[in-house]
């Protein structure tokens, strides 16, 4: 199976940045589209972002656009969420997962792994 390690949460203020990593291991190929989602207090997960294989598209809830960057090192097999300007309302749990679709397929990803924590305070 493939193993997937989130990393880079942590608390911030509002306004401020996180990077967030997530390393694959095992049968892992870079032809996977990765993505980011996030499962705030009280809350549906739901999709944040999506990067193809060789990072020339991108797809991103509508909440995130402007603010987050999604990107990936395939030397590396990882992926990046670079968040900016950060809201309390973004305050939740971020897990990555893999995709054989598509960027736009955001009900095709599974493969999740363990997530990690962002909280914004106000």
């Known amino acids: 199976q493939v193993r997937l390690v989130e990393s880079g949460g942590g608390l911030v203020q509002a306004g401020g940045s996180l990077r967030l990593s997530c390393a694959a291991s095992g049968p892992f190929f870079s032809s996977y589209v990765m993505g980011w989602f996030r499962q705030g207090p009280g809350k549906e997960r739901e999709f944040v972002a999506a990067?193809?294989?060789?990072?020339?598209?991108?797809y991103y809830v509508d909440s995130v656009k402007g603010r987050f960057t999604i990107s990936r090192d395939n030397a590396e097999n990882t992926v990046y969420l670079q968040m900016n300007n950060l809201k309390p309302e973004d305050t939740a749990v971020y897990y990555c997962a893999i995709n054989r679709g598509s960027v736009y397929n955001t009900e095709g990803f599974g493969s999740w792994g363990q997530g990690t924590q962002v909280t914004v305070s106000s």
């Open positions: 990067v193809s294989w060789n990072g020339g598209s991108t």
